[in-house]
């Protein structure tokens, strides 16, 4: 017998060795083949004609329909044949005090507005569907398209907002009042018209539908008294203006189920009452406190691009994520300060190339900002020093 002739009982071992690495390697392709498929999901790729939206890749994605402001001819800019979005922000040339200074929306929806969903699912192929997200389901009229897709190709699902709102609440077809509620999108493979997690692939979508302050005057008066910014003070620089000490409501912005997210300084260089919701405005980003709901900064605090020399009157008014525009400063609030101290009107300032204590206006940009308030004891000191002997002598 050769010498290198294995034993029978040696070749059994080695045998049973092999079948046992070769059955567990199985056993775990298999166990990530089923793990990767268990976890596939739904990807959003893009939603059109919301008033906006959240984070697309959240597990559940938000997305807004802001329905403030009045949409009849004449106001505002609105196609109202379902392509696009309103906005609602005009001036109805009242002169009575307040009047004109009505809540809006920049990309307001409305109950015949198209909205379109494109997404794509790495687990299924079959039909592109929506449905309301109760314990029973029910299909929502919808075209999805193309009709059948497969697997990993991009389905899209066109949707009318009344159709969404009438699935949010059965009576919310005309999308008015606070919506709030879930819907799912995604493949149904078995064609049976509902999700399933065994054979289908579905996502759900958070949908909030606000009308913001409705479509009445909308303004702000005293401090704990509405959401929004009550007062404020500005400082000039070099082609900008510095807004701070910001004062709100006490809730605010934490307030309400939609969220501000930017307060809007509206501008003129005519004067307060020139101001009003389709006026010029900057947008600044609310920064909220994590720990503090009802604290907040803005994330800049400057409005630039402006004119040197040009005198500015600002109105603040806030925003929330679904585009509503309202708590615009109330035109008998126009003077006031955020600080007791302070001349009015400090909701106005002239941008100057010469920023400092050479600057012949009653602010100074750098003084203000180290001290607060340009009626601080500390800048009036520096501008008396200033008018005697500066610029006397320049």
Known sequence: MAHNALHPARL?????????????????????????????????????????NGDLTEATPKVYGGTAGDITAGHGTCPGDGSATCNSCWNNGSVVADARLESCNTNRIYPALQLTITFKSDKVGGRPMITNDETSPTKLT???????????????ITVLW???????????????????????IGIDKDDDD?????????KQLNFLVSAGQGSAVSTVGACNVGRGICEFDTAPGDEKVKVGLLSSDAA????????????????????????????QYVPLAIESD???STTFSLESEIIDSLTNETKYYFKAAVQDAAMNVGYFTADGSDVDCFLTNNTPPCHSAMPGSVVGILSEDVNCFVATAAYGSSMASQVTMLRKFRNKFLINNK
């Open 12 to 52: 059994t071992t080695i045998n049973l060795v092999s079948n046992f690495f070769v059955s567990n390697f199985l056993v775990v392709i298999f166990t990530l083949a089923f793990a990767f498929e268990a976890n596939a999901t739904i990807t959003i790729l893009s939603i059109t004609n919301s008033s906006s």
């Open 142 to 156: 919808a075209v999805g398209t193309p009709a059948i897709v497969a697997k990993d190709e991009t389905a899209t």
């Open 162 to 184: 009344s159709t969404i709102c009438a699935g949010l609440d059965t009576g919310g077809a005309t999308c008015v009042g606070e919506l709030d509620d879930n819907l799912k």
């Open 194 to 202: 509902e999700f399933d997690e065994t054979n289908d692939d579905s």
């Open 252 to 279: 605010f912005p934490a307030s309400q189920n939609v969220p501000f997210i930017n307060v809007l300084f509206f501008l003129s260089t005519t004067g307060f009452s020139d101001i009003a919701p389709d006026s």
């Open 290 to 292: 994590e720990d503090d």
